[in-house]
């Protein structure tokens, strides 16, 4: 199903529709968004300049130090009181990202989930359990008003206490659940720990899953615990771009279709800026075309994906960015190697007699980067040759990605830390001397 | 007659074994042989125990990774060239010896635990040849 006429125009209207927007974007924020009119006048570029699509690479890019620079409100293009909502990034490191959202932007982000959530099988007959944080962060919030819109019945039940949530999905029968990647997977664990088996106990045939990276071994473990015929997208998005429903992977799973009318995709060399042609792999830059209170034009995701304008088989238009393999911040370099946790994830996956879980351990010894990756045992096991056999495929599949030499650590099942939010599998001790 | 044998994967972590036995401990099982095969990162650690079902259950609960496997513990008289006798049956019936360790009670007879690749087999082998291999009942009993 297709939720709006405009994820199937042809390509001259969307641009047209893009075209319209953007230049009114461009006017706006000169006009408002002090620090955005001074980066401007700073390159010598005044709106005048900015004609067409093509003219958005003259345009200076705005990062998350912008946001932090100019906390809380500095970035806004419209006065406090216009605010419906605020939410704010987690922050981790100094203060938050703050995000604030008018009345007409609210209207928007609810359009723009209801469109991927629908992409990802979503109807008004689902139960749809969130299964993400409610509070600050975007992600469940999002989700909530996109499926209510579709006229799916909530149930938002927020993270944690696992045995709980495996109990509504029973009781209520929940049939779309959403969640991170692996907050799904622990889920189903926790479900065959109560005595259940998740693909006949339990109704779940949708998943709609982000705020994570989703490989495709991933997709593999998903279906292997929750059933081959559950249909899980993987859906993106972003709070300072808006949050979930920037873009959502639809039946084929062949990238993430673009909700285009409202986000204009770029792809950069993230070392140079340089803007790189179709197909190519690189940081993907956002410019909101229609957003009221946080207008941002090419902001640095840091994340790295690349594009294609191909229609779908689907019968979107839409331009869609494939499965992200990675973020530049979560780039480790490993003796002059780039490498993403995502690719290492890839490899623990493959290999027959582990579970989903690992941890990357990254530490300097002398003069060189040693990487460990800890990994766990699926099944017990009584034999050295298994166990060798393991470590060795692990090892030797590593090597062929990464072309590095890892220590592979073979762990009890159940030992390694489980998350619910967003995963955090790397130790990187280079950096706490 | 084969018996059942309580493997354990274990890390290389300091006091990770003390742990096991903690549990077994705990739990009362008795413990009659231990063997712990191990690499630089990890080990293997097989019991034979009065009561192996229960011993592999705790340690399940416990969060051990731990399993039971069918091995055989054959008598061995206390006489020069008796454990060479065995094994020279079993390896001309083709029978390959996977590990071993011994198990010392205070009888007569010393005994060996041995997991070989068709166990079946071997069990039929000793004893046309006479050779004493002990239950589990004898097992559970010690």
Known sequence: MIWAKEETLPREEIEKIQLDRFLETVNRVYEKVEPYRRKMDEMGIKPEDIKSLKDLSKLPFVTKQDLRDNYPFGLFAVPKEKLLRIHASSGTTGKPTVVGYTEGDMDVWTECVSRIACAGGATEKDVAQICFGYGMFTGALGLHYGLENIGATIVPSSTGNSEKQIMYMKDFGTSLLVATPSYALRLAEVAREMGLDPKKDLNVKIGLVGSELLTDAMRDEMHKYWGQDMLVT???????????GVSGECEYLDGMHINEDFF?????????????????WGELVITCIKKEALPLIRYRTKDITKLTYEKCKCGRTTCRMANLSGRSDDMLKIRGVNVFPSQIEEVVLSVEGLGPHYEIIVEREGYSDKLTVKVELARATDSFTELTRIEKSVKSKLKIMLGLDAKILLESPNTLARFEGKAKRVRDL???K | MTVKQVSVFIENRQGRLGEVLQVLKDNNVNILSISLADTTEYGLL?????????????????????????VLIIKVPHVSGALQNILDLLAKANISIEYMYGLSV??????????????KRACEILDKGHIETMSPQEIAIL
Do not use: C, Q
């Open chain 1, 234 to 244: 993987s859906n993106y998005g972003m709070s300072e771009l808006m949050g979930p």
């Open chain 1, 264 to 280: 204009i995709p770029e792809i950069i060399n993230p070392e140079t800026g340089e803007v790189l042609p179709e197909g190519e």
């Open chain 1, 430 to 432: 280079r950096k706490e």
């Open chain 2, 46 to 70: 097989r019991l034979i125990v009065n009561s192996p079902e229960k011993a592999r259950d705790v340690l399940l609960a416990s969060g051990f990774s731990s399993m039971l496997t069918e």
């Open chain 2, 106 to 119: 205070e009888t007569k007879d010393a005994s060996i635990v041995v997991k070989t690749n068709e166990l």
